[in-house]
Every structure is written in C-alpha cells, then in structure tokens.
C-alpha cells in the first residue's frame, strides 16, 4: 500500500510480471522463438497518405502501421512503447539467459538464479498449491480478532502479504527534507472502487464473473465448491466495503486530499480493533511519533470490516488474498484461471504472455538495478547521455522562455516558476549509484519464496529510509525500462535508458525527428512540474502555494478547459476518457510539444546549426521540419487496444489513450495547423483550443 506520487509518461499494462495479476503460465515458446525488429524513427510506410491531416493527424500519422501492426494474441494494447519494449526485453532476456546459465559474477548468479527459478514451469507444476501452504496456515490460526494486528505483522514479515494496513516512508510533503511513515488506502483485487460500486449492467456483470474466479480459484486449493462459493462471496461483500470507504483515483491525484498527519493515538481511534503501537512497533518503526494516513476513510472501513465481519469471513478474504498474490507462481491450473479472468474476461487478451517475456519483467523488476548494471553497458553508449543532456538543456531555455512571454500569468507568479525549474535535476540513463542487493536471498528452487523475499527486501530497505536524509540520487524506474517520470518532491526529470532509443531518440535522424519524439517527451516531464497537481509543488518539493491569487485562478481556467475537452473524447462505445483523472498528462502533453517545438525553431536559428543537415528545398522526405516534428511527435503514440483495455484504463489511468494523446495535443496548438495548411473550423484546428502552456 506504498503511495509512490510521479508522475509517468505512460503506463504498460499488456502482459505484466509473472508476480502480477494480468499473467499465467502458457503453451507458448519457453524462449524467443525470432528476434524482434528494431524500431525506427520517423517511418514513412506508417503514414497513411489517404488521410486528411487537417481532419484526423493520427489516422494520417499512424493509419498503415496501425494496419499492418495488429494487437499479438498475448497482448491488449500494442504501440510504439510496447514494439520497443519488446526489443528491450528480447536484449534483457538474452543476460539473464547467460547469467542463468554461466554466471560470471556473484551478482550475475543472483539474478540469473531468480530468472531460473521463474522459467522452471515443471517445478511449479509439481508443486501445485504447496507453495502458498504456509501462508495459508498462518492464516488458519487466527481465532481471535484481538490479534489482528499480529497477523498483519506475521503475514508481511514472512510472506509479503498485508492483512488490511501498510506503512511505507514517503517525504513529507510540506518539508521535503524529511521522510516520514504513511499508510494508504488498499484492499482490493479488481482494477479501481468503481468496479464494486458502479450499478451499470456491465460492472454487475463483471461482479459475477470475479465472484465465479475467485469461487474457482478456492475450489483448486481444495475447498467444496459450496465452501468456496461462501468464501467468495465474503471477499466481494468485504472488498465492497473498503471500495465505499476509499477515495476516488481523481480525488487521490490532490496532495491535499492525500495529508492527514495524525499521532499513533489518532489512527488508533479511527480503527481501535486493530493494535498500532504493536503493528509499528513489530515493523521497526515504533518510534515514529506520527504518520500521514492517506486515506481515513479507508482506514475506517477496514475497522469495520475487522469489528462486523465474522472470523470466518474475514479468513476467507485473507485467503483470498494471499492465493491472488500467488497464483501466478503456483501451478498451471492457478495461473490459468488467474488469465482467464484478469487478463481475457478483464482485458481482452486472447493468449497468455510467453513465459519468457514474463520471467525477464519479473527478474527486471525485482532485480532491476543489478540486471540494469550490465544491460546498459550493451545498449546505452555514453554519448546517447551527452547528447540527451544537450537535449535537456535546449528544452529548459525553451520553457523559461515560455514563462518568461506567456500572456496569463503575473510578473510575481513568474519568478516563482522561473525559480523552480532552475531548481530542477534530472537524471539520464541509470543511477549513479547501484542498489546494493548482497542482504537478498534467492534460491534457484523456489520462484514464490524468491518473490515473497524480494518484496520484503525492498519494504525493509523502504522502512530503513525513516528519519534518514532524503536521497536525492535514487531512481524509481530500472533502467531497460520504455518510460520517463517527474517526481513533484524530488523536483526532478528522470529519463532510463530504456526510453532513449528509436523511435524516441535516434544518434542518426534530424533535428526535427529527435525533437518530435523525446524532444516532446522531455518537455512532457518539465510540464509536469507545472500541470494542476505538479504546480502545488515548489521549488524545493513542498507544497506551497507560490501562485497569486488571480494567476491561480486564470490557471484553473485553462485547465478547466482541458478537463472537459479531453472528458469529450470517446474510447469506446458509451466509455469517455475522464479528463479530470488525465488532466495532469494531458497539460504535459499540450505544454511538453509547445517547447519541444519552440527548442526545435532555436536550434534551426542558430548560425552554426547542422539542425538542416539533408534537406533540400526546404523538405526532407517530402516535408518541412515543422511537419517532419509533428509526424515524428504522433508516431511515438501509434497504436491500439482491446475494447475491454480501453474501457479499464479509462477508468483508472491517468494518461489518454494514444490517438487522444496525438489530436488532442495537436489541435491545441496553432503551429501545427501551419504546418498543414489547415483552417480554422476543421477538427484539428478548432475555433476554440485550449492552452495552459
């Protein structure tokens, strides 16, 4: 139940680790059966020329590699992020396959073991349930509501597993210097509180579907079916009643809605059937005088649960949870029913993900800064950081420059914000310090209890952080990793290496192709330390209101009309984007290619440039730089999805969907219509567009 606030430039959902819930164990390949293509920049075959730009710039942008890129069977969404993490994942794999098999050092024999132990499907289908017995076990002996809290203790220490309350160290959000102990709201299995509380056929449906999953998922650790379908219909009631107490995702994404600093004595009030002074003191951290609860209403519901809820029902919900947490580790009927509902029925992926994509995500993941160490050497040469660092530099004049002449905002207001993006660090690539590792276990004979360790690993090294100075060179992303983050407490851009590769970046395209893509992506993360939350953050990372007044409200304004713009646009029949959820990507969209473009213009200016280097008459490939920018810009965000994946993210993920992305960022600004010779009054050159940025 660990509140991580960054904000991301997209989120991976298709195939997940082998520890998650959207996986299983499968009758694919156990290893690549071709090595995959590599991705390119700026692809002429992807556009589609049938397409009227001015009328629909993703079709025209992306139409033929939509068409020729199908969504693979193991896969709900499929895009440009996935065809390069695909790559990086096929490289990744190939380490871990030779660590597995001759380690040439102690750290290659760690991580080679875990992948090891992940890839033996014959072991765990020996096993069966065997694996999860002890927690099961555990879990049995609890008799007494009174020892609630040393269950949750047990449960956590020995196996990862909460009962109904977490802590984590977090930075305190009004002085960032410090680290301080939070707990935050949990608890459920399906995607979002909506799915419990929504009374549209659809989310009934889905209810029934989960309660015959879970009603399944028992019966194959033995239980009667009649025992198993009581069992299932406890988890459902409980899981609905921490579902009423939590927030909602939009309310989540406000610092000041997620503070409540209160004394153990406090949060013992609010839940008095649950021990806390026993609870902190068992994790390590009884000293902490306080703690931010996220999510009272959360805390409150779960009391209840523990006060109404019989020890029987509250059994079946720990069970519960303890073998959904597992399944994926466990033998193949468990993980293949674990697919038949979170992935097929859920998402609207037709086969499962092969066992050795899932094995590499989740030695990545537990292991990232061990595996990374290696990967980087192959695939990240330094000059891809020195000239991302050139990059960056180019995008923060551009958007001092946009502060400095932006018409809305005050002269008091700007210096604030001119302050906080001198303020900002970044980081490029990987970590300057690596993750020590030496105090993680891992046997090569058991996958389950390599998971269960890890996690307590990184929760001990979490709690360590108590009281401890903030480090400000830690990474919240490995680096193999499609992705880019700003952290709002930190104040920081952080770039893996995994991101800095074509389509995104490319040591050999123009000016116009590199400032299209990752150009865009760099001033995406800078946005975001000015969007509707990333703005409530100063320079130092403490929430402060450093705006006046009347700058704030004409912010508001402007983001306001994001909000409803992006709520407009559909995803699926009767499903909308929520624009209040996606505001915050979707400003840093819509500010991220204001200054990629403007850096662009600055580096063509510059007497000395080579920005021009290929072009003839003006045009390279048939376009202007200006429209080779916003070709490349879309062309990251190619793309589709399942129905059923576009209806979950909808709900619970911040970013829009790609093609939203890609016409909703363009016909907000002017530059493009230029570019295409669009008019005013057609849809990607709207009358009325909206702009923060």
């Known amino acids: 139940m660990r509140l991580k606030v960054l904000s991301s430039l997209f989120l991976l959902i298709s195939g997940l680790c082998l520890g998650q819930s959207i996986v299983s164990a499968d009758t694919t390949p156990s290893a690549p059966t071709k090595e995959p293509k590599k991705p390119i920049s700026f692809d002429l075959n992807a556009i589609d020329k049938t397409a009227d730009p001015c009328s629909d710039f993703f079709q025209y942008a992306c139409g033929n590699w939509v068409k020729a890129n199908p969504i693979p069977p193991d896969q709900t969404r499929w895009g440009r992020f996935n065809e390069l993490a695909d790559r990086n994942l096929y490289t990744l794999y190939q380490d871990l396959k030779t660590a597995a098999d001759a380690p040439k050092t102690p750290l290659q024999k760690k991580y080679g073991d875990y992948f090891a132990a992940c890839m033996n499907e014959d072991l765990a289908d020996k096993l069966g349930a065997k694996p999860v017995q002890p927690e099961m076990n555990a879990i049995a002996s609890f008799t007494d509501k009174k020892a609630i809290a040393a269950l949750d203790l047990e449960l956590q220490k020995k196996f990862a597993s909460e009962a109904f309350f977490g802590v984590y160290v977090s930075q305190d959000q009004v002085d960032s210097t410090k680290q301080i102990l939070a707990t935050n709201q949990g608890g459920l299995t399906l995607p979002d509180r909506d799915y419990y509380l929504n009374d549209d056929d659809r989310s009934k449906k889905l209810r029934e579907q989960y309660v015959a999953h879970v009603s399944k998922m028992f019966e194959l650790l033995g239980d009667t079916s009649d025992l198993a379908a009581k069992e299932a219909a406890d988890v459902l009631r409980i899981e609905t009643t921490l579902a009423k107490g939590s927030m909602a995702r939009v309310d989540m994404r406000d610092p000041a809605k997620r503070y409540h600093i209160m004394t153990v004595a406090e949060i013992q009030a609010l839940s008095p059937d649950f021990d806390w002074q026993k609870f902190l003191a068992g994790m390590g951290v009884g000293s902490a005088p306080t703690l931010n609860v996220a999510s009272p209403g959360y805390v ?195 770039f893996p290496a995994g991101i800095l590769q074509p389509p995104f970046y490319d040591n050999n395209a123009d000016s116009a192709v590199n400032f299209g893509a990752i150009g865009v992506v760099i001033g995406h993360e800078m946005t975001h330390g000015f969007d509707d939350q990333g703005s409530k953050y100063d320079p130092h990372g403490n929430v402060r209101q450093w705006w006046t007044a009347d700058d704030k409200k004409k912010f508001d304004e402007r983001t306001d009309c994001e909000a409803t713009e992006y709520s407009g646009f559909k995803v699926a029949e009767g499903q909308n984007l929520n624009g209040k959820l996606t505001l915050g990507e979707n400003t840093a969209d819509n500010g991220g290619i204001r200054i990629a473009f403007q850096a662009l213009q600055e580096a063509i200016a510059q007497p000395d440039s080579n920005a021009l280097a290929g072009y003839t008459g003006g045009k390279k490939d048939g376009y202007t730089p200006a429209q080779r920018f916003f070709v490349s810009f879309a062309q990251v965000w190619c793309g589709s999805q399942t129905e059923q994946s576009a209806r979950v993210l909808a709900r619970t993920d911040p970013h829009s969907t790609g093609e939203w992305r890609v016409k909703g960022t363009v016909q907000n600004f002017e530059e493009f219509g230029k570019a295409f010779g669009c008019k005013v009054g057609q849809p990607m050159m709207p009358q009325n567009a909206c702009r923060v940025w």
Not at 398 to 410: K, S, V, Y
Request: charged share 30%; hydrophobic share 35%; proline share 6%.
């Open 300 to 494: 409150k519901a779960a009391s209840d649960v523990i006060e109404n809820e019989s020890i029987p029902a509250i059994k079946s919900y720990l069970r519960w949870h303890g073998l959904h947490g597992a399944a994926p580790m466990l033998s193949k009927p468990f993980v293949d029913e674990n697919f038949n509902f979170f992935a097929a029925t859920l998402s609207g992926q037709k086969e499962q993900t092969p066992r050795w994509k899932r094995c590499t995500r989740l030695t990545d993941s537990a292991l990232g800064e061990a595996v990374g160490q290696d990967w980087v050497k192959q695939n990240f040469p330094p000059d891809a950081k020195a000239n991302m660092e050139k990059l960056v530099a180019a995008l923060e004049r551009a958007l001092a420059e946009d502060i400095r002449t932006i018409g809305w905002m005050g002269d008091d207001t700007k210096v604030e914000a001119r302050k906080k993006l001198d303020a900002f660090r970044q980081k490029i690539g990987y970590p300057e310090n690596w993750r020590d590792y030496s105090k993680l276990t891992v046997q090569r004979d058991d996958l389950l209890g390599n998971s269960e360790r890890n996690e307590i690993f990184e929760n001990n090294r979490d709690l360590a952080k108590l009281g401890q100075p903030v480090d400000e060179k830690e990474w919240g992303m490995t680096p193999p990793t499609v992705n880019a983050y700003y952290s709002p407490s930190m104040n920081d851009i952080n």
